[in-house]
């Protein structure tokens, strides 16, 4: 597996934890406010985004991009 | 002239719009299963993602949505939890599944797994699971577009007259444009729902509260709101604190069911191209990030509106309390028919294309599967299952909400068969069957004895703990499928 994958694969899996039980619950307040909303709903949102901006990571740096981008059979395999 | 006219107009124009642009763009497909079911693989980035979007979000989404937070305020996350990594496995099989769609015709996602496991009854299986979890999901959505316009209409247009208004526009676009129809009118009514969910997000809490923050902060500070409305997991139904086992699994099960939901899933078969498929999944977020609005207005009603019940109705409680323009009322109220009725036309051309697909064409002699008549038989039953479930939404009494609850739990039991297809090529038809039926088995039996969960987790959860390890060791105990068929897969 390229390393690309794996740091792909970890990120994912932090993400995910950090969305349910054990990692939410110490994000799981109400204070520090953050920009007016809850800590609570900050983080799910931020949650949001760093699972947006790894997949976009992901979809740019594939080296199957480059090469065939337009013959349409680039691809994760 | 009075304000429920204009309201009422307002929604009409609405419909008159939506039934032009799911019609027209059908004219360009072929006139075959392919152009109906897949639009003739041609959906472009900007439909696909609208698609997946509108699909996702219905009327759920716009009375449910702002019915949670105010009613169990942070156990509402949950609907933005399972969206930050449900979408991503479609990154991954999208494109593959797209490609065999494209080199062996497959339009379904029961005819791919057919495939892969070599089994006709997997086949028929899916279709059941499918319609069964389809048909109170269409109920659903014709129930909310009822509601809303008998609501606009402060009753002088009955429930059963709205949603048969509303939902013969859906039958007529998905009758003559097939999926083509519910790209179009998708992107019209996701721009429609997404423009109006920002400003109402926006605009309730500055309106009652002269901010966001200052509203967060009056509510945590509020002695008759628990402080567990603004503190994950939040509340559950019975309105004590949430555990953490029942958010988690919560989360849990609706992300791995997320991505292998039969109508988001044959979607893959109608993008153009692998860049489409793989850059509608990099995008969906974005779609997903319209919840924080919505959740928004529910969070807004808590502590000027107390009491209202049942929680569903919070929005076009707000909206009849506030003293807004009538032409936006009417917009908001549009704005609900759209969300049910993008997601009800996904469902209605799917439900219709898997029946016919996956089950009737199964039992039929050759000399009566012509494309031809394949796309005949789809689009009668495309009427026949409107009707269905219009009967369910307007005059049977059946609880059908149990049933939809249930549904995420069964659907989730389909995810282990999609990954396996790619990526354990030791699985066969055999350790298919028994772990989707054994998953399915379970989760419905916790989901109506939910007395007997050792942990309080979601059903499904149970449900994949016996899918996993059936379709694992069932496979190994049986022959595997032969080399050819599994390269296919491995190689897609």
């Not at chain 2, 009854?121 to 109920?139: D, E, G, Q």
């Not at chain 2, 569903?312 to 003293?323: A, F, G, N």
């Amino acid at each position: 597996m390229r390393s690309r994958k794996i740091i792909f694969l970890v990120l994912l899996f932090i993400i995910q934890l950090s969305i349910i039980w054990p990692v939410y619950s110490l994000f799981s307040g109400i204070h520090p406010m953050i920009l007016g909303f809850p800590l609570s709903f900050a983080w799910i949102v931020a949650m949001l985004f760093a699972s947006f901006f790894l997949l976009l990571w992901y979809y740019w740096s594939d080296p199957a991009r480059h090469q065939t981008r337009t013959s349409d059979k680039a691809g994760d395999h | 002239m009075e304000d429920w006219i204009v309201i009422l107009v307002i929604c009409g124009i609405y419909l008159a719009v939506t039934l032009a642009m799911g019609i027209i763009p059908g004219m360009r497909v072929s006139d075959s299963v392919t152009g109906f079911v897949a639009g003739d693989r041609s959906m472009n980035l900007l439909i696909l993602y609208f698609v997946m979007g509108a699909s996702v979000f219905s009327s759920f989404a716009f009375l449910g949505g702002p019915g949670w937070a105010y009613s169990r305020g942070a156990a509402a996350f949950y609907i933005i939890g399972y969206g930050v990594t449900g979408m991503i496995p479609i990154y991954f099989f999208g494109p593959k599944v797209r490609r065999l769609g494209e080199r062996f015709g497959f339009v379904t996602q029961a005819e791919i797994l057919q495939d892969r496991f070599n089994s006709r009854t997997l086949s028929v299986l899916l279709a059941i699971l499918s319609i069964v979890v389809f048909i109170p999901y269409l109920t659903l959505q014709m129930k909310g577009a009822g509601y809303v316009i008998t609501t606009v209409s402060e009753g002088a247009i009955p429930q059963w007259m709205g949603a048969g208004i509303a939902y013969l526009v859906v039958l007529l676009y998905v009758y003559f444009s097939g999926v083509m129809g519910v790209g179009w009118t998708n992107t019209f009514q996701g721009l429609f729902m997404m423009a109006l969910a920002w400003f109402l997000g926006l605009y309730l809490p500055y309106k009652l509260f002269g901010g966001v923050g200052a509203m967060f902060t009056q509510i945590a500070q509020s002695p008759a709101v628990s402080e567990f409305m603004l503190r994950a997991p939040g509340l559950n139904a019975e309105g004590e604190p949430w555990s953490w086992w029942g958010f988690s699994s919560a989360v849990l099960v609706s992300a791995t069911g997320f991505s292998v939901w039969p109508h988001l899933f044959m979607r893959a078969f109608a993008a153009d191209s692998d860049r489409t498929m793989k850059l509608t999944a990099v995008l969906y977020p974005t779609f997903q990030l319209f919840l924080v609005p919505i959740l928004m207005i529910g969070f807004a009603a808590i502590l000027v509106y107390p009491n209202v019940s049942p929680a569903d109705t919070i929005l076009p409680y707000v909206l009849t309390q506030l003293d807004l323009p009538v032409v936006l009322v009417g917009l908001v109220f549009a704005g609900t028919l759209a969300a049910s009725m993008s997601s009800g036309d996904a469902i209605l051309h799917s439900a219709a294309s898997i029946g016919v697909r996956d089950g009737l064409s199964l039992f039929l002699p050759d000399r009566l599967k012509t494309d031809r008549l394949e796309r005949r038989y789809i689009r009668i039953l495309v009427v026949i299952i409107s009707l269905l479930a219009y009967y369910f939404a307007v005059i049977s009494e059946v609880p059908i909400v149990n049933l939809l609850l249930g549904s995420y739990g069964g659907v989730a039991q389909i995810f282990p068969l999609v990954f396996c297809m790619f990526y354990w090529q030791r699985a066969t038809g055999y350790g298919a069957l028994a772990g989707l039926l054994g998953g399915v088995s379970v989760t419905i039996f916790f989901l109506l004895y939910p007395g007997l969960r050792p942990f309080p987790m979601h059903e499904g959860i149970y449900g994949l703990i016996v899918n996993i390890p059936l379709l694992a060791g069932v496979s190994l105990m049986t022959k595997p499928e032969s080399k050819e068929r599994i390269q296919r897969y491995s190689n897609a």
